[in-house]
């Protein structure tokens, strides 16, 4: 139930999201101590990035009174080896300077806190920039998510855990194995499809991705559902192949819901910090992504790729993993995020 408390603190997730907003207010005000669990997870899941980034600033600020140019130089270096990413890095850095030189005297634990109040901002701003992807989910429809990503990013665990929280928001889901590659794919879908309650559409390993997308948004239509989860193949062969790919299985499901995908999700696996960026560069090359899905927060110290990769790329950031239990999947909050980064 996690979830209900999540969507009421996320007041910036649109479209899609709006599913449920008619349920989560009166779960959340009946289950406070949900909301407790669900911070508690995110805290735990973000313990590594934490501590890493923690020691990284003590060590830059030990035994100086004041930020000079040398605190701040350091500083950056700590931004950028935690997976901020360069230029997101360049943009605190700027931001902190303008600041001590207006403030004068500040100390490493005002640093603290004027780097985390930046950082907020910075992904505030980031996420203004995606107004435009609202997403106008229309009655009697199913709404169409297609998931992409490298290979091992997490894309079939991040549909099974969603897939899970769309059936107990009381959503009929359908998913489509079109992740045909390898046959184990498909078996892994359909027991996550299994423990979600949601309906697996699937061919032969080794059948058209397209063809199994089309099944399964007609077998989604014709049956009622709300929400469809397209599981896709992670080849990165070449940017052609790959935009062929995943262009060929949108133009199949628009011939069966006109405006699908309604959604093209990338999944991106954090641990792998700048490797993540690139991914995210390929995918926005290759095809229109319209939002993220940062998985594998909780083994790594890496969780600043979160900051850097929602400011770089014009795509708001939905979910984070931070496990690999059906539980373990957030939808994504700057302020917990930073909170839960630089709380006491
Ligand atoms: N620790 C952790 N592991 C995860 C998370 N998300 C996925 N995984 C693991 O990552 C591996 C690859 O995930 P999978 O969903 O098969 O990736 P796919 O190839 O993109 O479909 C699996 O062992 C998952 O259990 C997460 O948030 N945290
Ligand atoms: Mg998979």
Redesign the pocket.
């Known amino acids: 139930m996690t979830i209900f408390a999540l969507f009421y603190t996320n007041v910036s997730i649109m479209g899609f999201f709006d599913l449920f907003k008619s349920k989560k207010s009166s779960e959340e005000e009946q289950q406070p101590e949900v909301v407790e669990q669900s911070r508690r997870d995110l805290d735990a899941g973000l313990e590594k990035t934490k501590q890493g980034l923690f020691s990284k600033i003590a060590r830059a600020v030990a035994g100086r009174s004041t930020v000079d140019a040398q605190v701040l130089d350091e500083l950056e270096e700590v931004l950028i080896t935690s997976d901020v990413g360069v230029d997101t890095t360049v943009k605190i850095i700027e931001r902190i300077e303008e600041r001590v030189a207006r403030d004068k005297y500040i100390g490493s634990e005002e640093l603290q806190a004027i780097l985390h109040d930046e950082i907020a901002r910075l992904m505030e701003e980031a996420e203004g920039k995606v107004e435009s992807f609202g997403l106008d989910v229309k009655e009697g429809m199913p709404y169409v998510v297609m998931v992409v990503?490298v290979?091992?990013?997490?894309?079939?665990?991040?549909i099974g855990k969603l897939a899970a929280q769309l059936v107990r928001a009381g959503k009929r889901v359908y998913i489509g194995a079109a992740d045909t590659f390898r046959a184990a794919a498909i078996d892994?879908l359909a027991v996550w499809a299994e423990r979600a309650g949601a309906t697996m559409i699937s061919q032969q390993m080794g059948s058209d991705p397209a063809s199994v997308a089309y099944d399964t948004l007609k077998s989604a239509v014709a049956n009622g559902a709300d929400v469809v989860l397209i599981d896709t193949a992670?080849r990165l062969h070449n940017k052609v192949g790959l935009m062929n790919e995943l262009t060929k299985i949108r133009n199949v499901m628009a011939k069966v819901i006109p405006d699908a995908p309604h959604e093209v999700m990338l999944?991106l696996d954090g641990s792998t910090g700048q490797n993540a960026f690139e991914q995210a560069r390929q995918f926005t090359a290759a095809t229109k992504v319209t939002s993220l899905a940062i998985?594998?927060l909780?083994?790594t110290a890496k969780g600043g790729v979160v900051i850097g990769i929602s400011d770089s790329f014009r795509v708001p950031v939905r979910y984070i993993?931070?496990?690999?239990g059906i539980d373990?999947l957030k939808i994504f909050d700057r302020h917990e995020f930073v909170k839960a980064l630089f709380g006491k």
Do not use: H, I, L, W
């Open positions: 990503g290979n091992g990013a997490g894309k079939t665990t991040t892994q992670g999944v998985t594998k909780d083994g993993g931070v496990g690999e373990q």
